[in-house]
């Protein structure tokens, strides 16, 4: 059993290991381009294509049902026939496309759309491309090829940044150029997941497996709903704070977000890996306790990396933000208590999506974000924008603690519930003393060495699992 444990452990910091890779490549050279986006692009060009993004983002979940869940959770089903489930998910992503194909072709001749249609091309193209990329990241991640998903995404970054540097400084193409950069960069990427991760082995003409059709649909179905909520979740803050106090008060939000950021770096490279721990090792029978471990010890670690981020916000924030968004920093201490809660959340998501129990997703996202619009609305006429970030943090942590709730009863895992809400207690006094910025730098250090002490036994009993035979 120890030995098992063993394995378990180094297979998922292996996975922790590429996803973050994957991941922290992108962000970077994404943030490194910034200032050649901003020379080459007018602002008119650079806010339409940040809208396209926005809307794929909108419209995915809608016209794909999230089915690239289900293409992990069901292949990963000893019970199921992988190239089924695989060529399944396609066919839907594929329905999907072709709706979406129409009601773009309706608005655009109908007059509704006053794009250009190089636009519309690409955002036909970017949905496409997400969508099916998605599809095959998922899938991969399921038949154990990992390495297949985060070398793409570093193909992805390199010819994006090669063609964006050819197009828009040699050739100087503008808005025509970053489409066509971003547009190769995430198709060389699919390309690569399908040949190197040998997905035409999975590929199945055959006729439709409708019975599996059908179940993976009423599994996607409250994913799509729950991301739809959980857009909503994230994003309605910025909405009500424009409309209460002004698009400044929402810049402000905005830029305050980028600090926060770096927790979601590392909360999906471990929620991804988590993901597979999940599935693969989830029994109803029987637990070896490594969940349980794994998941106090990845709460431990995130509320560290919490803490440590509180301590130095105000050298941070001289760094990023100049200006009037300096002010931004008063945000930043609940906008990480939110961003923490929220990858805490999505853990305990992960152990639904291993039962298929898909439905208590969608209803503590919807309830989340009701929660969350109503304090938004309650405590931003009396504080502006540090109430919205209030507002944020209180709602994630709302979904966190129900969904942290029926997660212990019904999978009977075992987590150190006490040091975590310890933990989380902690980092609430820490935001205070943080308002001051720098004035109580003692406190909030003493804090972060609390939590570290308490939560010390945790830590040892994960890293117990590398030496035990």
């Not at 402000?252 to 770096?262: C, D, E, N, Q, R």
Request: glycine share 8%; hydrophobic share 55%; aromatic share 16%.
């Amino acid at each position: 059993m120890n030995g098992d444990k063993t394995i378990k452990a180094k297979a998922l910091l292996k996975n922790i290991f590429l996803f973050l890779i994957g991941g922290f490549v992108p962000k970077i050279i994404s943030f490194l381009l910034v200032p050649l986006y901003t020379e080459k692009l007018t602002t008119a060009e650079y806010g339409t294509i940040d809208l396209i993004a926005a809307t794929v983002q909108l419209l995915a979940p809608i016209f794909t049902l999230q089915v690239q869940d289900a293409a992990l959770r069901f292949a990963m089903d000893r019970d199921e026939n992988q190239s089924e489930v695989f060529s399944s998910c396609l066919r839907i992503v594929l329905i999907g496309f072709i709706l979406i194909v129409l009601g773009c072709a309706a608005f655009y001749f109908c007059g509704f759309v006053g794009l250009r249609w190089e636009y519309i091309v690409y955002f036909l193209l970017s949905y496409a491309i997400g969508s099916i990329s998605n599809i095959f990241g998922y899938f991969l991640r399921a038949v154990n090829r990992v390495s297949a998903v985060a070398f793409s995404a570093i193909i992805n970054s390199a010819l994006t940044v090669s063609f964006n540097l050819l197009f828009l400084l040699l050739f100087d193409l503008g808005w025509r150029g970053y489409l066509a950069a971003n547009t190769i960069g995430s198709f060389a990427a699919v390309l690569f997941m399908f040949f190197h991760g040998r997905l035409r082995s999975y590929v199945s003409l055959k006729r439709p497996n409708r019975d599996l059709t059908r179940r993976i649909i009423i599994f996607s179905a409250p994913m799509a709903a729950s991301a739809l909520s959980w857009w909503a979740n994230n994003s309605l803050d910025k909405y009500i704070l424009t409309y209460l106090c002004g698009v400044g008060s929402a810049g402000l939000l905005a830029a305050a977000y980028k600090i926060p950021s770096v927790l979601s770096l590392f909360g999906a490279a471990i929620s991804k890996g988590f993901s597979i721990s999940a599935i693969d090792g989830f029994s109803e029978e029987g637990r070896d306790g490594f969940l349980g471990e794994t998941y106090s010890a990845v709460g431990f670690f995130m509320t560290v990396i919490c803490s440590s981020i509180m301590v130095l916000n105000v050298p941070i924030s001289k760094f990023l933000f100049a200006g009037e968004f300096f002010s931004a920093w008063k945000l930043t201490p609940p906008l990480l208590i939110a961003n923490l809660m929220s990858f805490m959340s999505l853990m305990c998501e992960q152990v639904f999506i291993a039962l298929k129990r898909t439905r208590l997703i969608f209803v503590t996202a919807v309830f989340g974000a009701l929660f969350n619009s109503a304090l938004n609305f309650l405590l931003i006429p009396f504080l502006g924008a540090y109430g919205a970030a209030v507002s944020t943090a209180i709602g994630f942590f709302s979904v966190w603690a129900i969904r942290y709730t029926v997660m212990k009863r019904i999978a009977r895992i075992k987590t150190r519930a006490l040091n975590e809400l310890t933990g989380y207690s902690l980092l609430v006094f820490q935001a205070f003393f943080a308002l001051s910025g720098n004035g109580f730098a003692a406190a909030q250090t003493a804090i972060f060495a609390a939590i570290i002490i308490i939560n010390g036994k945790t830590v040892l009993n994960f890293i117990k699992s590398f030496s035990k035979k």
